[in-house]
T-cell receptor
Framework: QKEVEQNSGPLSVPEGAIASLNCTYS??????FFWYRQYSGKSPELIMSIYSNGDKEDGRFTAQLNKASQYVSLLIRDSQPSDSATYLC??????????FGKGTRLSVIA | DAGITQSPRYKITETGRQVTLMCHQTWSHSYMFWYRQDLGHGLRLIYY???????DKGEVPDGYVVSRSKTENFPLTLESATRSQTSVYFCASNPDSGGYEQYFGPGTRLTVT
């Protein structure tokens, strides 16, 4: 089973700051990378996908991919208390459509 | 309403009983998935299906049975529930080949006593 690793946190940042969430993966042939957000007691929802090396921006969210280092990150600019959630990194691997990391819990302090 | 629904939302059952969790989607998505989510383990894939009558095992299939006779339904059965199967179960679906961008149902919280 290929692995997806994330720091479990909690990661605490003050309101308005940049939150940086990191993910490493072991399957070198992976070509697609996804970030899901999960609020406490709710189901995961897709917030970002990235397929090419470099940065992809969507509003306050930026996904960064470095395939050589097998590293993908999610930056949240101008963090808001409503961003407090668990962020799950997910990567297709082998025969498994998506392998999820255990998630990083983010807390934005007002 | 369109979307993906799960039933029941909460279930308490006893060890050894058979339990079926239902999942229904109205998008006509090809792919459907069952995950369980536990503290310390994250989301783990139990089974998935690429189309009606096609199912494949995921990471943790033991003790579970699935079927998919219709595109819109993907029930998950615990044949003889054990306490280790206490968990939150999520169903998800995806319209494309590959099953990458998945849309999740609200979840079923199952407690086995």
């Amino acid at each position: 089973q290929k692995e997806v690793e994330q720091n479990s946190g909690p990661l605490s940042v003050p309101e308005g700051a940049i939150a940086s969430l990191n993910c490493t993966y072991s399957d070198r042939v992976s070509q697609s990378f996804f970030w899901y957000r999960q609020y406490s007691g709710k189901s995961p929802e897709l917030i970002m996908s990235i397929y090419s090396n470099g940065d992809k921006e969507d509003g306050r969210f930026t996904a960064q991919l470095n395939k050589a280092s097998q590293y993908v990150s999610l930056l949240i600019r101008d963090s808001q208390p409503s961003d407090s959630a668990t962020y799950l990194c997910a990567v297709p691997s082998g025969n498994t459509p998506l392998v999820f990391g255990k998630g990083t819990r983010l807390s934005v302090i007002a | 309403d369109a979307g993906i629904t799960q039933s029941p939302r909460y279930k308490i059952t006893e060890t050894g009983r058979q339990v079926t969790l239902m999942c229904h989607q109205t998008w006509s998505h090809s792919y459907m998935f069952w995950y369980r989510q536990d503290l310390g383990h994250g989301l783990r894939l139990i089974y998935y299906s690429a189309a009606a009558d096609i199912t494949d095992k995921g990471e943790v299939p033991d003790g579970y049975v699935v079927s998919r006779s219709k595109t819109e339904n993907f029930p998950l059965t615990l044949e003889s529930a054990t306490r280790s199967q206490t968990s939150v179960y999520f169903c998800a679906s995806n319209p494309d080949s590959g099953g990458y961008e998945q849309y999740f149902g609200p979840g079923t919280r199952l407690t086995v006593t």
